[in-house]
């Protein structure tokens, strides 16, 4: 059982001084944020004994004590770090330990956490009630901001996470096309539903796992798998399962199995193969949706696909999903046709509410040439101190998501990916922490800035990994 003394201690008289302390932030005159405004004592020595005594007791509450595995930081040794709030482009923890975040919530707080707008208008929506479990406006606003900013889209479904949007979207394929077969790529991940827990990055790359037990095989026997931006593998597939194959699902850039880019022509390709084969080609946008983009991945790269994923930033903090493409094939979707799929809490009006307000903020002139300058001098920064130290190291960039591996490279795949000294990033990772940088707690994992990240922390977050990198 958690004690008394633990269960009062989060959230009141641990830390929550810190986030009352948390004033707002200033804006430059283009409107981003610069410097947050921050008055936490920060502490002398890092510890993270809070973090530990309510972790431990979490272990026994919880399987591994979280409740989602990648925050475990089994890949990196060491303990997870309890959080306690977050702003902007910081978070605290437990034991008032502050640091630069780049996992903002494994993607959704793009333009900063904790954002005053959407928490006033998220205050406004609360008093209207948490859930309607029936139509209302604020889904017809988002709705009509994802369609008239991603190119794919004509129509849309809400869910309420990114793994409901791929399964929504995996069964939609399968109807539309009367097949049964779907390629996916190794190191992708698409959620945890059976059919694609296969060769699957994420969590499941993280540890290393084989896929997962429970699955029965026939759940995954019409998964066909191909290494990423390896184009000869899907036609070879396309010609071994003639008629058979539904789609092709992909991460347009991938971000599970660490960052890695599609190669020139991989996703014109694609869409190539798929149009000669009557396929459809799917992107799971979850992550790059709205973030590479205003329309996502598909604008950035100019492809478009038949149908798309998304979720995080579209929900802005709130759990979120949603899948859409053309609307032929969205009007298979029940009850408009006969493809079931359904949610209790789906289209929540808090959920909406924060997707439209972030939505309008990324909207703003401005935001994704910010995103892509401040990534740009944190990788370019990362990579030159790093190489300076001698090790070996690549990575990259494409507007608020980046990555870098300790490989040479260069990484195209995730068998690339998996060369990577990951005993050296476990060291970084814990060096970083204790320099005040929170890094996503794994090698294969991307990282992501937000519109909250000041130049300020991009040259403390150099200096640090400088001064890490002589360490390790
Ligand atoms: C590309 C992609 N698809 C699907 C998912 C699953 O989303 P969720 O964790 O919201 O279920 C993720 C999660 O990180 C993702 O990155």
């Known amino acids: 059982m958690a004690s008394a003394a633990a269960l009062s201690g989060v959230g009141l008289s641990w830390n929550s001084s810190v986030a009352a302390q948390v004033s707002s932030c200033s804006r430059n005159p283009s409107g981003f944020r610069t410097k947050m405004a921050v008055s936490v004592e920060k502490k002398q020595k890092f510890t993270l004994q809070k973090s530990q005594e309510i972790f431990n007791e979490a272990k026994e509450l919880m399987p591994g004590g979280v409740s989602s595995p990648v925050r475990a930081f089994k890949s990196v040794g060491g303990q997870p770090i309890v959080f306690d709030s977050v702003k902007g482009s910081h978070v605290w923890d437990v034991d008032g330990n502050e640091y630069i975040d780049y996992v903002g919530s494994w993607g959704p707080a793009i333009i900063g956490h904790a954002d005053d707008q959407v928490n006033a208008a998220l205050t406004e929506t609360l008093k209207k009630g948490t859930s309607f479990g029936a139509p209302c406006v604020l889904e017809n606003l988002l709705a009509e901001m994802v369609i008239s900013a991603v190119p794919s889209i004509e129509m849309v479904r809400f869910v309420n996470s990114g793994t409901e949007a791929c399964m929504g979207v995996l069964r939609l394929a399968r109807a539309f096309a009367s097949r049964p077969k779907i390629i996916k790529f190794e190191g992708c991940y698409h959620g945890h539903a059976d059919p694609f827990l296969v060769k699957a990055g994420s969590g499941v790359a993280t540890l290393g796992l084989p896929d997962s037990p429970g699955v029965p095989k026939a759940a995954t026997v019409d998964t066909l798998t191909s290494?990423?931006?390896?184009?000869?593998?899907?036609?070879?597939?396309?010609?071994?399962?003639?008629?058979?194959?539904?789609?092709?699902?992909?991460?347009?850039?991938?971000?599970?199995?660490?960052?890695?880019?599609?190669?020139?022509?991989?996703?014109?390709?694609?869409?190539?193969?798929?149009?000669?084969?009557?396929?459809?080609?799917?992107?799971?946008?979850?992550?790059?949706?709205?973030?590479?983009?205003?329309?996502?991945?598909?604008?950035?790269?100019?492809?478009?696909?038949?149908?798309?994923?998304?979720?995080?930033?579209?929900?802005?903090?709130?759990?979120?999903?949603?899948?859409?493409?053309?609307?032929?094939?969205?009007?298979?979707?029940?009850?408009?046709?006969?493809?079931?799929?359904?949610?209790?809490?789906?289209?929540?009006?808090?959920?909406?509410?924060?997707?439209?307000?972030?939505?309008?903020?990324?909207?703003?002139?401005?935001?994704?040439?910010?995103?892509?300058?401040?990534?740009?001098?944190?990788?370019?920064?990362?990579?030159?101190?790093?190489?300076?130290?001698?090790?070996?190291?690549?990575?990259?960039?494409?507007?608020?998501?980046?990555?870098?591996?300790?490989?040479?490279?260069?990484?195209?795949?995730?068998?690339?990916?998996?060369?990577?000294?990951?005993?050296?990033?476990?060291?970084?990772?814990?060096?970083?922490?204790?320099?005040?940088?929170?890094?996503?707690?794994?090698?294969?994992?991307?990282?992501?800035?937000?519109?909250?990240?000041?130049?300020?922390?991009?040259?403390?977050?150099?200096?640090?990994?400088?001064?890490?990198?002589?360490?390790?």
Request: aromatic share 10%.
């Open 227 to 472: 290494p990423y931006n390896d184009l000869a593998t899907v036609e070879n597939l396309f010609k071994t399962h003639k008629g058979e194959i539904a789609a092709v699902m992909l991460e347009p850039v991938v971000g599970n199995a660490g960052f890695i880019e599609p190669k020139p022509g991989f996703l014109n390709g694609l869409r190539q193969i798929t149009k000669e084969n009557d396929a459809l080609l799917v992107f799971d946008e979850v992550m790059t949706g709205f973030r590479l983009a205003y329309g996502g991945a598909q604008e950035y790269f100019g492809v478009t696909p038949d149908l798309t994923t998304l979720g995080k930033i579209i929900g802005g903090g709130l759990p979120v999903g949603a899948y859409g493409g053309r609307r032929e094939i969205m009007e298979m979707v029940a009850p408009a046709g006969p493809m079931y799929q359904a949610g209790t809490l789906s289209g929540n009006p808090l959920a909406m509410t924060a997707g439209i307000h972030t939505l309008k903020r990324l909207k703003e002139p401005g935001s994704y040439e910010y995103l892509d300058k401040v990534t740009q001098e944190l990788v370019r920064g990362i990579l030159d101190v790093g190489k300076k130290a001698g090790h070996e190291l690549s990575g990259g960039y494409i507007s608020g998501m980046f990555g870098f591996f300790f490989t040479e490279g260069p990484v195209y795949n995730f068998s690339d990916a998996k060369k990577s000294d990951t005993a050296k990033f476990g060291r970084f990772h814990r060096g970083m922490l204790e320099e005040g940088v929170y890094l996503a707690p794994s090698q294969f994992e991307a990282g992501f800035t937000s519109l909250a990240h000041s130049s300020e922390d991009i040259e403390q977050t150099i200096a640090a990994a400088e001064k890490v990198f002589r360490q390790i």
